[in-house]
């Protein structure tokens, strides 16, 4: 067991209040005496009251005083709450400043050893920012707060493309970060339906007097995925899809909105899909024409036949042009 793991569970033995001898606490954590007077000394120079009795009733305690734990973390686990926190800043997440705050002092409760090793290891991982509006966290922020409340808000939206912004009012359920973009998870009630709305979108958010009720069960997250399945062209059996290419070229095919809903398996040449026959037809030789030679499909036969016929059409259409 790592040192700061058996300091930990060094001290949640001696908060249990009863008094232990070192021999005892050595023997529980499998580690010799000496290091037993070590460890107290590191809880001792951390701010831990411990006390050491010696005589027939003595043994080591913490005195009752004693509130608060201190932090012990590995520095693969300090660095990963840093690097946290960059994915989540790049991300736009709406509590960021507060998320800061919590590390800083997360950071304050550190051993110096531990300080300094945080920060010899936390500048080797950058996460780049997408460019967002401003409004962006304010609104990501009530709309969250109205999600817990169950209160309904009013927004002015503006569709991609809309000429015009129109109203309307909608019960928020949740909030969902998908493919670098935020959205809202809400009932619209001008549709009678659940919608989702991209949050950059929204150009004025008030909340109302209105209450709802969201379902215990609901996930943002599962409501993306079933909207990826009502999609599909038809129920029935499935088609198994086998794709090879270069690692960027297939990690743009699996993370198409639509396809990597049905992605099964992936290595680092291959990636394989389930999806009904109808579904395949209709959008994927479009789809998958895009990549050209990048891509080769394996499976299934018909696919590559109906990609076969679209590529000799455009160059048939092509072949009696000038030059």
């Known amino acids: 067991m790592a040192k700061w793991d058996n300091m930990l569970s060094m001290l949640w033995m001696l908060r249990s209040g009863r008094k232990l001898t070192a021999a005892q606490i050595a023997d529980s954590l499998e580690i010799s005496v000496r290091t037993v007077y070590r460890y107290i000394d590191a809880l001792c120079a951390s701010g831990v009251p411990v006390v050491a009795e010696s005589g027939h009733d003595g043994g080591i305690r913490i005195l ?19 690097d946290a926190f960059k994915f989540a800043q790049g991300a736009g ?31 080797s991982l950058d996460v780049v920012s997408s460019a967002r509006p401003p409004s962006v966290v304010p609104l990501l922020r009530e709309l969250e707060q109205a999600t817990n409340d169950g209160r309904t808000v009013r927004m002015v939206y503006r569709k991609a493309n809309a000429e015009q ?19 809202a998870v ?16 929204i150009e004025r958010l008030e909340s109302t007097e209105a209450r709802f009720d969201k379902p215990e069960s609901f996930s943002a997250s599962a409501f993306f995925c079933e909207q990826s399945n009502q999609r599909r062209e038809a129920d029935g059996p499935l088609t198994v899809i086998r794709i090879a290419g270069q690692p960027d070229t297939l990690n743009a ?24 026959a109808p579904t395949m037809n209709k959008y994927l ?13 394996h499976e299934p036969l018909e696919l590559k036949q109906r990609i076969q016929e679209m590529a000799y059409g455009i160059a048939k259409h092509y072949e009696n042009d000038a030059d």
């Open 64 to 82: 009752e005083s004693f509130k608060e734990t201190p932090l012990f973390f590995n520095s693969v686990e300090l660095k990963a709450l840093v």
């Open 253 to 276: 095919v699996c993370g198409h909105w639509h396809m990597r809903h049905y992605l099964t398996e992936r290595t680092d040449r291959e990636a394989r899909f389930l999806i009904d």
């Open 186 to 201: 809400a009932f619209c009630h001008r549709s009678q339906a659940m919608r989702t709305f991209r949050v950059e979108r």
């Open 285 to 297: 030789p479009t789809y998958l024409m895009t990549f050209g030679t990048a891509i080769r499909i």
């Open 165 to 183: 912004a129109g109203e309307r009012e909608v019960d928020p359920y949740g909030l969902a970060y998908d493919r670098n973009e935020w959205y």
């Open 93 to 123: 997440y709406p509590y960021v400043q507060e998320l800061e705050y919590a590390l800083k002092k997360v950071e304050n409760g550190l051993q110096e050893e531990q300080r300094h090793d945080l920060s010899r290891k936390q500048s």
